[in-house]
């Protein structure tokens, strides 16, 4: 059994983490509009996060540079955050390039929770995250659930066919 329980994080500390780490590697950031990764750092990216794609099949993502690796990132960005949308088995070689590059803080996305790559990243001096949307926890703590389409008055449970972006 995991000790990840125990390690949850708290508000106090994620409002920290989303406070100071304002730029933030997206590890597995997909060119595609649809998919997870590319919302969140969409949403990110206009609450005034600078992303820095890592994506090696792709040159640009979201306007921004893309990177083959986080290391290939921090040599030209300043890396605060590495947000991981990779499976959780794939998550201890980016811990340790996040390690190397001097990151802050090593967040794994909803359903990767990799303690093994945490306990390293933590006895390393980052702080972890795991089995956690960014884009979700900045809409929770900071007012922005509006934007994945809380409140709007309209309730439905059809994706609409037209969508307006």
Known sequence: MTNYTA?????????????SNRTIAVVGLSPQ???PSFFAAKYMQAHGYRIVPINPSAT???GERCYPSVTAAAQDVRIDMVDCFRKTEDIPPIAE???RIGAKCLWQQIGVVNEEAAAKARAAGLETVMDRC???EHARLYGGLNWAGVNTKVISSRRPQNLPY
């Open 7 to 19: 390690r949850m994080s708290t508000i106090s500390e994620l409002r920290r983490i989303l406070a």
């Open 33 to 35: 509009w649809h998919r």
């Open 60 to 62: 640009e993502i979201l």
């Open 97 to 99: 390039e996040a390690i």
């Open 134 to 136: 960014v884009k979700i």
